[in-house]
Protein backbone atom coordinates (compact mmCIF):
# COMPACT_ATOMS: atom_id res chain seq x y z
CA UNK A 1 0.00 0.00 0.00
CA UNK A 2 2.83 2.31 0.62
CA UNK A 3 4.89 1.90 -2.10
CA UNK A 4 1.36 2.23 -4.54
CA UNK A 5 0.50 5.10 -2.80
CA UNK A 6 4.28 7.06 -3.18
CA UNK A 7 3.85 6.19 -6.71
CA UNK A 8 0.73 7.98 -7.21
CA UNK A 9 1.58 10.78 -5.25
CA UNK A 10 5.16 10.92 -7.37
CA UNK A 11 2.90 11.05 -10.58
CA UNK A 12 0.90 14.13 -9.51
CA UNK A 13 -1.90 12.41 -7.15
CA UNK A 14 -3.39 14.24 -4.12
CA UNK A 15 -4.16 11.84 -1.33
CA UNK A 16 -7.24 11.74 0.45
CA UNK A 17 -7.96 11.89 4.21
CA UNK A 18 -8.34 7.89 3.90
CA UNK A 19 -5.20 7.55 2.11
CA UNK A 20 -3.48 9.30 5.05
CA UNK A 21 -5.01 8.14 7.53
CA UNK A 22 -3.85 4.45 6.57
CA UNK A 23 -0.30 6.02 6.92
CA UNK A 24 -1.07 6.08 10.75
CA UNK A 25 0.00 2.48 10.64
CA UNK A 26 2.04 1.72 8.31
CA UNK A 27 5.99 0.91 9.45
CA UNK A 28 7.62 4.11 10.66
CA UNK A 29 11.05 3.70 8.87
CA UNK A 30 9.40 2.71 5.91
CA UNK A 31 7.10 5.65 5.81
CA UNK A 32 10.12 7.80 6.58
CA UNK A 33 12.10 7.04 3.39
CA UNK A 34 8.95 7.04 1.11
CA UNK A 35 8.68 10.39 2.83
CA UNK A 36 12.05 11.71 1.71
CA UNK A 37 12.12 10.29 -1.50
CA UNK A 38 9.08 12.42 -2.35
CA UNK A 39 10.89 15.44 -0.74
CA UNK A 40 13.75 14.87 -2.93
CA UNK A 41 11.78 14.36 -6.06
CA UNK A 42 9.08 17.74 -5.83
CA UNK A 43 12.13 19.99 -3.71
CA UNK A 44 15.41 18.61 -4.29
CA UNK A 45 18.26 19.39 -1.71
CA UNK A 46 16.70 22.49 -1.00
CA UNK A 47 16.48 23.52 2.44
CA UNK A 48 14.00 26.88 3.13
CA UNK A 49 15.98 28.27 6.70
CA UNK A 50 13.78 31.30 8.13
CA UNK A 51 14.74 33.59 11.27
CA UNK A 52 12.05 35.51 13.83
CA UNK A 53 11.87 38.68 15.69
CA UNK A 54 9.64 38.82 18.47
CA UNK A 55 8.20 42.45 17.48
CA UNK A 56 5.98 43.40 19.87
CA UNK A 57 5.56 41.31 23.06
CA UNK A 58 3.04 40.11 25.94
CA UNK A 59 -0.15 41.72 26.83
CA UNK A 60 -2.45 40.03 24.33
CA UNK A 61 -6.36 39.63 24.17
CA UNK A 62 -6.36 35.86 23.04
CA UNK A 63 -6.80 33.16 25.33
CA UNK A 64 -4.83 30.48 22.93
CA UNK A 65 -4.06 27.75 25.58
CA UNK A 66 -0.36 27.77 24.74
CA UNK A 67 1.13 30.90 24.47
CA UNK A 68 3.17 32.46 26.93
CA UNK A 69 1.96 36.31 25.80
CA UNK A 70 -1.68 35.57 26.46
CA UNK A 71 -2.73 38.36 29.71
CA UNK A 72 -5.26 35.46 30.39
CA UNK A 73 -2.69 33.37 32.28
CA UNK A 74 0.45 34.30 34.63
CA UNK A 75 3.44 33.61 33.03
CA UNK A 76 6.83 35.82 33.73
CA UNK A 77 7.80 37.26 30.17
CA UNK A 78 9.09 40.70 29.10
CA UNK A 79 6.26 42.84 27.45
CA UNK A 80 6.87 45.77 24.90
CA UNK A 81 5.53 47.69 22.64
CA UNK A 82 6.51 47.60 18.52
CA UNK A 83 10.51 47.62 18.38
CA UNK A 84 11.81 50.93 16.68
CA UNK A 85 12.63 50.64 13.09
CA UNK A 86 16.25 50.98 14.47
CA UNK A 87 15.83 47.42 16.07
CA UNK A 88 14.24 46.08 13.32
CA UNK A 89 16.82 47.00 10.94
CA UNK A 90 19.98 45.80 13.13
CA UNK A 91 18.08 42.46 13.72
CA UNK A 92 17.21 41.89 9.51
CA UNK A 93 21.00 43.05 9.00
CA UNK A 94 22.58 40.29 11.14
CA UNK A 95 20.51 37.38 10.11
CA UNK A 96 21.49 38.44 6.33
CA UNK A 97 24.96 38.40 7.34
CA UNK A 98 24.52 34.70 8.81
CA UNK A 99 23.26 33.50 5.58
CA UNK A 100 19.53 33.84 6.33
CA UNK A 101 17.47 34.38 3.35
CA UNK A 102 13.98 35.62 4.96
CA UNK A 103 13.37 37.02 7.80
CA UNK A 104 9.99 37.38 10.39
CA UNK A 105 8.47 40.32 12.61
CA UNK A 106 6.01 38.64 14.72
CA UNK A 107 3.93 41.02 17.20
CA UNK A 108 1.65 39.62 19.75
CA UNK A 109 -2.27 40.47 19.96
CA UNK A 110 -5.30 39.56 18.04
CA UNK A 111 -4.29 42.28 15.48
CA UNK A 112 -2.26 45.53 15.24
CA UNK A 113 -4.00 48.69 14.92
CA UNK A 114 -4.48 50.63 12.30
CA UNK A 115 -1.72 53.23 13.59
CA UNK A 116 0.14 50.32 14.46
CA UNK A 117 0.11 48.91 11.02
CA UNK A 118 1.28 51.90 8.92
CA UNK A 119 4.49 52.49 11.87
CA UNK A 120 5.38 49.07 10.97
CA UNK A 121 5.17 49.47 7.31
CA UNK A 122 7.88 52.45 7.73
CA UNK A 123 9.96 49.60 9.60
CA UNK A 124 9.46 47.28 6.54
CA UNK A 125 10.39 49.67 3.78
CA UNK A 126 13.26 51.18 5.90
CA UNK A 127 14.56 47.29 6.21
CA UNK A 128 13.81 46.78 1.93
CA UNK A 129 15.80 49.78 1.07
CA UNK A 130 18.87 49.10 2.94
CA UNK A 131 18.76 45.06 3.47
CA UNK A 132 18.61 42.57 0.79
CA UNK A 133 16.81 39.87 3.08
CA UNK A 134 13.10 38.64 2.46
CA UNK A 135 10.61 39.77 4.28
CA UNK A 136 8.01 37.83 6.20
CA UNK A 137 5.18 39.33 8.75
CA UNK A 138 2.92 38.10 11.16
CA UNK A 139 0.62 40.44 12.59
CA UNK A 140 -2.55 38.27 14.06
CA UNK A 141 -5.96 38.94 12.09
CA UNK A 142 -5.88 41.73 9.82
CA UNK A 143 -7.92 43.56 7.41
CA UNK A 144 -7.68 43.20 3.20
CA UNK A 145 -6.01 47.12 3.45
CA UNK A 146 -4.19 46.17 6.12
CA UNK A 147 -2.50 43.50 4.22
CA UNK A 148 -2.03 45.96 0.81
CA UNK A 149 -0.37 48.01 2.83
CA UNK A 150 2.39 45.26 4.14
CA UNK A 151 2.70 44.43 0.26
CA UNK A 152 3.42 47.77 -0.74
CA UNK A 153 5.97 48.21 2.11
CA UNK A 154 8.38 45.15 0.41
CA UNK A 155 6.23 42.73 2.33
CA UNK A 156 6.35 39.11 0.12
CA UNK A 157 5.02 36.57 2.54
CA UNK A 158 2.63 36.62 5.81
CA UNK A 159 2.63 34.07 8.29
CA UNK A 160 -0.76 32.84 9.98
CA UNK A 161 -1.15 29.44 12.00
CA UNK A 162 -4.19 27.54 11.78
CA UNK A 163 -2.85 26.02 15.08
CA UNK A 164 -4.75 22.64 14.88
CA UNK A 165 -8.27 21.04 13.13
CA UNK A 166 -11.54 22.72 12.61
CA UNK A 167 -12.87 20.78 14.76
CA UNK A 168 -10.03 20.72 17.77
CA UNK A 169 -9.75 24.92 17.73
CA UNK A 170 -12.34 25.90 19.96
CA UNK A 171 -10.86 23.53 22.62
CA UNK A 172 -7.71 25.57 22.60
CA UNK A 173 -9.08 29.41 21.92
CA UNK A 174 -12.13 31.12 22.00
CA UNK A 175 -11.34 34.54 21.61
CA UNK A 176 -11.25 34.32 17.60
CA UNK A 177 -12.67 31.30 15.17
CA UNK A 178 -10.66 28.98 13.17
CA UNK A 179 -12.99 31.01 10.10
CA UNK A 180 -11.68 33.78 10.98
CA UNK A 181 -7.93 32.15 10.13
CA UNK A 182 -8.76 31.25 6.87
CA UNK A 183 -10.52 34.55 6.48
CA UNK A 184 -7.16 35.90 7.14
CA UNK A 185 -5.35 33.77 4.95
CA UNK A 186 -7.14 34.78 2.09
CA UNK A 187 -7.34 38.34 2.18
CA UNK A 188 -3.53 38.02 2.44
CA UNK A 189 -3.47 36.17 -0.39
CA UNK A 190 -5.92 38.35 -2.27
CA UNK A 191 -3.45 41.27 -1.50
CA UNK A 192 -0.58 39.22 -3.25
CA UNK A 193 1.48 37.71 -0.20
CA UNK A 194 2.18 34.41 -0.07
CA UNK A 195 1.25 32.46 3.22
CA UNK A 196 3.07 30.27 5.86
CA UNK A 197 0.78 28.37 7.37
CA UNK A 198 0.57 25.20 10.02
CA UNK A 199 0.30 24.10 13.44
CA UNK A 200 1.29 23.20 16.88
CA UNK A 201 1.07 19.36 17.62
CA UNK A 202 0.77 18.49 21.09
CA UNK A 203 -2.54 20.34 21.95
CA UNK A 204 -4.79 17.14 22.76
CA UNK A 205 -5.31 16.54 18.97
CA UNK A 206 -5.94 13.48 17.38
CA UNK A 207 -3.74 12.18 14.06
CA UNK A 208 -6.96 12.93 12.43
CA UNK A 209 -7.14 16.34 13.22
CA UNK A 210 -3.67 16.64 11.94
CA UNK A 211 -4.59 15.41 8.94
CA UNK A 212 -7.98 17.45 8.89
CA UNK A 213 -5.37 20.18 9.55
CA UNK A 214 -2.70 19.33 6.75
CA UNK A 215 -5.51 18.91 3.94
CA UNK A 216 -6.82 22.35 4.77
CA UNK A 217 -3.11 24.25 4.60
CA UNK A 218 -3.58 22.40 1.33
CA UNK A 219 -6.66 23.59 0.08
CA UNK A 220 -5.70 27.28 0.75
CA UNK A 221 -2.65 26.64 -1.51
CA UNK A 222 -0.53 27.32 1.34
CA UNK A 223 2.84 25.89 0.18
CA UNK A 224 5.15 27.24 3.76
CA UNK A 225 4.24 25.01 6.65
CA UNK A 226 5.59 25.27 9.83
CA UNK A 227 4.72 22.48 12.53
CA UNK A 228 5.46 23.16 15.86
CA UNK A 229 6.14 21.15 18.94
CA UNK A 230 4.24 22.13 22.30
CA UNK A 231 6.66 23.58 24.68
CA UNK A 232 4.73 23.25 27.97
CA UNK A 233 4.71 26.70 29.49
CA UNK A 234 4.62 27.57 33.28
CA UNK A 235 1.51 29.48 33.72
CA UNK A 236 -0.37 28.22 30.68
CA UNK A 237 -3.04 26.05 30.36
CA UNK A 238 -0.87 23.49 28.79
CA UNK A 239 1.84 23.44 31.41
CA UNK A 240 1.48 20.01 32.29
CA UNK A 241 0.83 18.44 29.04
CA UNK A 242 3.56 15.44 28.06
CA UNK A 243 6.13 16.34 25.72
CA UNK A 244 6.00 14.50 22.21
CA UNK A 245 8.20 11.84 21.04
CA UNK A 246 10.54 12.00 18.39
CA UNK A 247 8.60 9.46 16.41
CA UNK A 248 5.52 10.81 16.62
CA UNK A 249 6.72 13.97 14.84
CA UNK A 250 9.07 11.86 12.77
CA UNK A 251 5.27 10.16 11.53
CA UNK A 252 3.47 13.30 11.38
CA UNK A 253 6.07 14.99 9.29
CA UNK A 254 5.83 12.30 6.88
CA UNK A 255 2.36 11.70 6.45
CA UNK A 256 2.43 15.59 6.08
CA UNK A 257 5.25 15.14 3.50
CA UNK A 258 2.28 12.59 1.14
CA UNK A 259 -0.57 15.59 1.74
CA UNK A 260 1.90 18.46 0.61
CA UNK A 261 4.50 16.95 -1.65
CA UNK A 262 5.94 20.15 -3.15
CA UNK A 263 5.36 22.41 -0.05
CA UNK A 264 8.93 23.65 2.95
CA UNK A 265 7.52 21.27 6.08
CA UNK A 266 9.40 23.44 8.10
CA UNK A 267 10.21 22.54 11.77
CA UNK A 268 9.71 25.70 13.91
CA UNK A 269 8.91 26.21 18.16
CA UNK A 270 10.08 22.95 20.47
CA UNK A 271 12.28 21.54 18.17
CA UNK A 272 14.92 21.57 20.20
CA UNK A 273 13.04 19.42 22.66
CA UNK A 274 13.37 15.99 20.44
CA UNK A 275 16.54 14.05 19.86
CA UNK A 276 18.99 15.48 17.99
CA UNK A 277 16.98 18.83 17.75
CA UNK A 278 15.08 17.39 15.74
CA UNK A 279 17.66 15.97 12.96
CA UNK A 280 15.93 12.80 12.05
CA UNK A 281 12.93 14.76 11.00
CA UNK A 282 14.80 16.17 7.77
CA UNK A 283 15.32 12.75 6.66
CA UNK A 284 11.40 12.09 7.10
CA UNK A 285 9.91 14.76 5.13
CA UNK A 286 10.94 17.91 6.40
CA UNK A 287 12.97 20.51 4.09
CA UNK A 288 12.49 23.62 6.32
CA UNK A 289 13.18 25.41 9.73
CA UNK A 290 12.74 28.34 11.90
CA UNK A 291 16.30 29.06 13.26
CA UNK A 292 17.43 30.99 15.98
CA UNK A 293 15.45 31.77 19.28
CA UNK A 294 11.77 31.52 19.08
CA UNK A 295 9.01 34.29 20.45
CA UNK A 296 9.78 33.51 24.39
CA UNK A 297 11.33 30.63 24.19
CA UNK A 298 15.33 29.56 23.49
CA UNK A 299 15.80 27.99 19.65
CA UNK A 300 18.41 26.22 17.85
CA UNK A 301 21.12 28.88 17.25
CA UNK A 302 21.94 29.73 13.02
CA UNK A 303 25.39 28.30 13.52
CA UNK A 304 24.12 24.89 14.75
CA UNK A 305 21.39 24.96 12.01
CA UNK A 306 23.74 26.00 9.11
CA UNK A 307 26.24 22.88 10.37
CA UNK A 308 23.38 20.45 10.43
CA UNK A 309 22.21 21.58 6.75
CA UNK A 310 25.52 20.93 5.45
CA UNK A 311 25.86 17.45 7.09
CA UNK A 312 22.68 16.56 5.75
CA UNK A 313 23.77 17.29 2.30
CA UNK A 314 20.90 20.28 2.01
CA UNK A 315 21.53 23.70 0.03
CA UNK A 316 19.89 26.83 1.80
CA UNK A 317 16.98 28.49 -0.70
CA UNK A 318 14.16 29.64 -0.51
CA UNK A 319 11.60 27.19 -1.43
Same mark, same amino acid.
Given at each position: ?92 ? *?? $?? =?????? &???? /???? #? +? ?9 ? *?? $?? =?????? &???? /???? #? +? ?176
Amino acid at each position: MLEKLKNSVLNGYQITKEDAIKLVDVDLEDLCNAANELRNYFCGNSFDICTIINGKSGRCSEDCKYCAQSSHYKVSIEDYPLLSSEELLKGAK *YN $QE =KGILRY &SIVT /SGKR #L +SDTEVDKICES *YS $QI =KEECGI &SLCA /SHGL #L +SYESFKKLKDAGVDRYHNNLETSRRNFSNICTTHTYDDKIAAIKNAQKAGLTVCSGGILGLGETMEDRIDMALDIRDLGVKSIPINILNPILGTPYEGSEILSTEEVRRVVSIFRFILPDGAIRLAGGRGLIEQKGKTTFTSGANAAISGDMLTTAGISIQDDMKMIEELGFEVSMI
